[in-house]
């Protein structure tokens, strides 16, 4: 390997590219050249350092400046003044705090990272970057130490439960599909993230994807797999490029194929992709996928562990799980329980999302209060409005209101509150936020992505979206509740498959906990949270009205009329409450009544 | 394996023209022995050929050796395949509940405004599709618009004219 005075790592996540990191980087190291450094700084592609909120942004190494706003023009002085004199470019550095590795590694005093532990550090795609922060040392201990039954042991005693949301113990499951007296026995890793709001699976696959083949190959030997399959969303091209990048240089390394690091174990894998069903996230319907077939869940038992890809036993777990199955045969399984609570041990990764102020990736210990999660490690409310609610579990998971701050989180008081661990999405929804506008969002989602095979999750999500789509039209009638009370409950207990029965989740949390919304809607006709359009109108106030005609040109309907510097009306006929004209009003001179 | 073909195939079909149909036989011809073809082999032609048409259905089931049903079957379940050709560019709207309380609705209304057309639909001159998606993943960005394959984040209504500007020349 060949040594560097310094590293620069430039953030090449989505949104850094978007904003021109490729070019950055091309200019860096056309400086570079241009200065003879080129043999002495190594410019490294990684995932996201920090916010992106102004990239493309970077980090040198070994002082860990953070530099962010930097455009391909930039270089040059950054190369003459940080590479060349040694001196910091100040304009450039992130504000507030200097950057460090414990502002990465711990934002929050509560945060504790073992999954996310090697993103935004390391080059993902470089497999020595990975071997360099004791990348693959889990599976030779593995290997060469421990048999298959003591694998197993391990992972259970450290009591990681499944982190796609289920939260079936990971250990007990590998146990039940090496039992199975038949061979071939295959993996699958379900990187099929479809919960709106949830990115964490992405971010662990596009900046530390070894991680999960090594918790693969882990896996595999402890069940007696031979082949693995990643399931990954087409939604993420960039997380199946740099995992394809990952399985071609750990082949060539001898840790994916016949006779692995000379132990007589063989193991490959490969990627297949989706292509936009959400319910490919459910296990057999992944496997069905997989098997090229329509995403369609079948009734269980046969379990996959009996009965999976190519009617073989075949163990699922989700990105997450895997991943963290390194650091437990590292750190062992008693560090690793070390964290968390009775029940729950170890950390979840969770996104952050909605209208809180530091929205991105955290890692905490299960057993976090909601509170501490939103007002701690997410920096409390944007623009320091009110807390009305936070969904968590994506669109099978509930909706909790303030009552429920001091929840902590874990997969049995979540579930008992009605919401659910799900895989991670977190949106904290702030007090303009109408929930029975979300119960809405949330069926229209489900019944959507509803895979139609039986009739409970096909008709009966329908059903329930119209009756919400009434409501939010302001046609509700009395006995709307109690037939959507009704539906919940039906749909919950004849459902084939996970969609299915979670999908009333939303409506059931919101029916429970804010009724008093619903209620408004149906009989006063009105929506508190002035976001249902029917029950809403927009109007200028005169006194505070310009006339600067912003709002009358933006207006798609041309439903504002007034004259140049007087007073604008708008027609409430015509307006069809899109929002437009407040959004683009400087004066605030549109309310909404 | 002689190369099959089906009956009735229109004249502005992919499988009539050579240069596409050369692209078409590569990729069957990649995954032919491959368990689970046809999801792969569906996917290489989404993304190549741009959409997969009633006939190249028929061509895939022919030469994977499955009932047309079957393929027909996969495309009709998975969002991302679709039956005819979009415009020269698409335009992406995440329905991630991020950017649906971040303001999408708002910002989907504006796009029709602009183009004229509406979700689902390509302007009139084949240039611009416009399509909902599911989460993007970008949810920090929040509302996030994607333009071809180039990510837009914080998107307001007023400035959407402008990103879409560049490609409506």
Same mark, same amino acid.
């Given at each position: 390997m060949k040594y560097y005075r310094t590293h620069v790592l430039v953030c090449a996540d989505p949104e850094c590219i978007k904003r021109g990191a490729h070019e950055v980087i091309d200019s860096l190291q056309d400086e570079l050249v241009a200065q003879g450094l080129i043999d002495e700084v190594q410019v490294l592609e990684t995932s996201r350092i920090g916010g992106c909120s102004d990239g493309p942004e970077m980090v040198v190494y070994p002082e860990g400046v953070h530099y962010s706003g930097l455009t391909?023009?930039?270089?040059?002085?950054?190369?003459?003044?940080?590479?060349?004199?040694g001196r910091i470019a100040k304009k450039f550095v992130v504000p507030d705090v200097p950057f460090t590795d414990e502002e990465l590694r711990a934002p929050s005093a509560k945060e504790v990272r073992i999954v996310l532990k090697n993103c935004g550090q390391i080059d993902p795609e470089n497999i020595e970057d990975y071997l360099a922060v004791d990348g693959y $040392?889990?599976?030779?201990?593995?290997?060469?130490?421990?048999?298959?039954?003591?694998?197993?042991?391990?992972?259970?005693?450290?009591?990681?439960?499944?982190?796609g949301g289920a939260g079936f113990s990971v250990g007990k499951k590998w146990q039940i599909t090496r039992n199975v007296q038949d061979w071939p026995k295959y993996l699958t890793c379900n990187a099929d993230e479809g919960d709106p709001g949830a990115f964490m699976n992405r971010r662990v696959l596009e900046g530390d994807p070894h991680s999960v083949i090594e918790g693969m190959i882990i896996s595999a030997y402890a069940?007696?797999?031979?082949?693995?399959?990643?399931?990954?969303?087409?939604?993420?091209?960039?997380?199946?490029?740099?995992?394809?990048?990952?399985?071609?240089?750990?082949?060539?390394?001898?840790?994916?194929?016949?006779?692995?690091?000379?132990?007589?174990?063989?193991?490959?894998?490969?990627?297949?992709?989706?292509?936009?069903?959400?319910?490919?996230?459910?296990?057999?319907?992944?496997i069905a996928s997989v098997e090229g077939k329509r995403g369609e869940p079948r009734p269980r038992p046969p379990f996959p562990a009996v009965k999976g890809v190519w009617s073989k036993p075949t163990n699922n777990n989700n990105v997450e799980s895997y991943a963290n199955v390194p650091q437990i045969i590292l750190g062992g399984p008693d560090w690793y329980a070390s964290f968390g609570t009775e029940k729950s041990k170890g950390t979840k990764t969770f996104a952050l999302a909605g209208d809180v102020k530091r929205s991105g990736l955290v890692e905490v210990p299960l057993g976090i209060s909601l509170r501490d999660?939103?007002?701690?490690?997410?920096?409390?409310?944007?623009?320091?409005?009110?807390?009305?609610?936070?969904?968590?579990?994506?669109?099978?998971?509930?909706?909790?209101?303030?009552?429920?701050?001091?929840?902590?989180?874990?997969?049995?008081?979540?579930?008992?509150?009605?919401?659910?661990?799900?895989?991670?999405?977190?949106?904290? $929804?702030?007090?303009?936020?109408?929930?029975?506008?979300?119960?809405?969002?949330? $069926?229209?989602?489900?019944?959507?992505?509803?895979?139609?095979?039986?009739?409970?999750?096909?008709?009966?999500?329908?059903?329930?979206?119209?009756?919400?789509?009434?409501i939010c039209a302001g046609e509700g009638k009395d006995g709307d509740i109690e037939t959507l009370e009704m539906l919940c409950r039906e749909i919950k207990a004849t459902s084939l498959c996970g969609l299915g029965q979670g999908a009333p989740n939303p409506v059931e949390s919101t029916l429970k906990h804010f009724r008093h919304e619903y209620e408004a809607h149906i009989y006063e006709k009105r929506c508190p949270?002035?976001?249902?359009?029917?029950?809403?109108?927009?109007?200028?106030?005169?006194?505070?009205?310009?006339?600067?005609?912003?709002?009358?040109?933006?207006?798609?309907?041309?439903?504002?009329?007034g004259e140049r510097r007087k007073p604008h009306v708008i027609d409430p006929d015509t307006c069809v409450r899109c929002g437009i004209c407040m959004q683009v009003c400087n004066f605030n001179a549109i309310e909404i009544r | 394996m002689a190369v099959l073909t089906p009956v009735a195939i229109s004249t502005n079909d992919p499988l009539q023209m050579p240069e596409k149909k050369v692209v078409i036989d590569q990729i069957l011809e990649k995954n032919r022995n491959t368990p689970g073809a046809v999801m792969l082999v569906l996917n290489e032609l989404q993304s190549q050929i741009g959409f997969v048409s009633p006939a190249m259905q028929e061509y895939v089931a022919l030469n994977l050796r499955v009932p047309v049903s079957t393929v027909h079957g996969v495309v009709s379940f998975y969002s991302f395949?679709?039956?005819?050709?979009?415009?020269?560019?698409?335009?992406?709207?995440?329905?991630?509940?991020?950017?649906?309380?971040?303001?999408?609705?708002?910002?989907?209304?504006?796009?029709?405004?602009?183009?004229?057309?509406?979700?689902?639909?390509?302007?009139?001159?084949?240039?611009?599709?416009?399509?909902?998606?599911?989460?993007?993943?970008?949810?920090?960005?929040?509302?996030?618009?994607?333009?071809?394959?180039?990510?837009?984040?914080?998107?307001?209504?007023?400035?959407?004219?402008?990103?879409?500007?560049?490609?409506?020349?």
């Open positions: 391909p023009d930039d270089m040059p002085y950054i190369v003459e003044e940080h590479l060349l004199k $040392m889990a599976l030779a201990k593995v290997l060469t130490e421990m048999t298959p039954d003591e694998v197993i042991d391990t992972v259970t005693r450290s009591g990681l439960r499944g982190r069940i007696g797999a031979s082949y693995g399959y990643v399931y990954c969303r087409a939604e993420y091209p960039i997380a199946v490029r740099t995992l394809n990048i990952a399985i071609q240089q750990a082949r060539a390394l001898g840790l994916l194929g016949e006779n692995i690091l000379g132990s007589g174990f063989s193991y490959d894998m490969e990627v297949r992709m989706g292509a936009g069903a959400f319910v490919c996230g459910e296990e057999t319907a992944l999660l939103v007002y701690d490690v997410g920096g409390g409310i944007k623009d320091d409005k009110g807390y009305k609610a936070i969904q968590i579990g994506g669109p099978m998971g509930g909706c909790l209101p303030i009552e429920y701050l001091d929840l902590p989180v874990d997969y049995e008081s979540l579930t008992s509150a009605g919401a659910m661990m799900g895989s991670g999405g977190v949106v904290v $929804m702030d007090d303009e936020t109408c929930m029975v506008d979300i119960a809405r969002y949330f $069926m229209d989602f489900t019944q959507d992505e509803s895979c139609g095979k039986c009739t409970p999750c096909r008709v009966g999500t329908r059903r329930i979206l119209e009756i919400l789509n009434r949270s002035k976001v249902c359009r029917a029950l809403i109108r927009y109007e200028i106030l005169t006194d505070i009205c310009t006339g600067c005609t912003v709002c009358a040109r933006n207006c798609p309907t041309n439903a504002i009329t | 395949f679709v039956t005819t050709p979009r415009g020269r560019h698409t335009i992406k709207f995440c329905m991630g509940t991020a950017c649906y309380v971040g303001g999408m609705p708002q910002l989907i209304d504006k796009a029709k405004q602009v183009l004229g057309v509406d979700v689902g639909q390509t302007t009139p001159d084949g240039n611009v599709t416009l399509e909902i998606c599911r989460c993007v993943g970008a949810c920090s960005q929040a509302p996030v618009i994607v333009i071809d394959e180039e990510l837009h984040g914080r998107v307001r209504p007023n400035k959407l004219p402008q990103l879409t500007k560049k490609i409506q020349s």
